[in-house]
């Protein structure tokens, strides 16, 4: 059972997103909380592996609470506020819901943390070294990309593009360049503000732009140092 939190300032809302929770059967409410305060002491108290969060409440917003969280569990944004929906992203929600929120839409939502959640306790349970692929929200699904297959990442105003070796196509998901650099391995570089490369794809380099195959990439100024440790 995934045990989780429901956050909401609005009574109605909360009793509705508790209503939702007991209907989803790998789902277990350990309680329904009016403000993130409240919330903050049982998860000190207790172990919870999905909150359910809105934005706009009082004292502390939905987004400051995930922010302030140094282990953060899953997070589902339940919001009226369409706005937040790439500053959620950023912080690696695993979605975000516009109230009112529909049933199967609800669903989605939870089978997206379910396979989060039964991937990790795979991991935890036969002792996995350091997986190498990671899953990103592409649409409504989750898409597993292989390190090895990733060519480089680029990234845009408010999301990413991945580039993989398998696919002419990249995968463009909500998520920052911060984050994602995060989550790769050590043979992963950024070479300019909007790219990080796998140095492994790496096929020639100049002075200021490197290049994959025949796709060429910039090389800042600021990150000049990595294109001298490569060539030494």
Not at 57 to 79: D, N
Not at 147 to 158: I, Q
Not at 160 to 175: E, N
Request: overall charge neutral.
């Amino acid at each position: 059972m995934i045990k989780c939190l429901a956050i909401d300032d609005e009574p109605l809302a909360l009793q509705l997103l508790a209503d939702n929770i007991s209907r989803i059967p790998f789902l277990e409410l350990v309680a329904s909380c009016d403000d993130a305060f409240a919330a903050n002491k049982i998860m000190q108290e207790q172990s919870i592996d999905l909150i359910f969060i809105d934005i706009q409440m009082p004292g502390i917003t939905g987004l400051q609470f995930i922010q302030s969280l140094v282990k953060k569990p899953m997070v589902i944004i339940v919001t009226a506020y369409k706005q937040y929906a790439l500053d959620g992203f950023a912080l690696d929600v695993v979605d975000y819901l516009m109230k009112p929120v529909s049933l199967d839409r609800f669903m989605k939502a939870c089978n997206k943390a379910k396979d989060l959640y039964e991937l990790k306790q795979s991991a935890e349970h036969n002792n996995l070294p350091k997986q190498d692929y990671m899953f990103v929200n592409v649409g409504y699904s989750l898409m597993k990309i292989s390190f090895n297959e990733l060519t480089y990442v680029e990234g845009l105003k408010d999301y990413i593009q991945i580039h993989t070796s398998t696919s002419p196509k990249a995968a463009v998901v909500r998520m920052s360049m911060k984050s994602i650099e995060e989550q790769l391995p050590a043979y992963f570089e950024r070479i300019h503000k909007s790219y990080i490369v796998n140095i492994n794809k790496i096929t020639s380099i100049r002075k200021n732009a490197l290049f994959i195959d025949d796709k060429e990439l910039p090389v800042s100024d600021s990150y000049k140092q990595v294109i001298e440790k490569l060539t030494k």
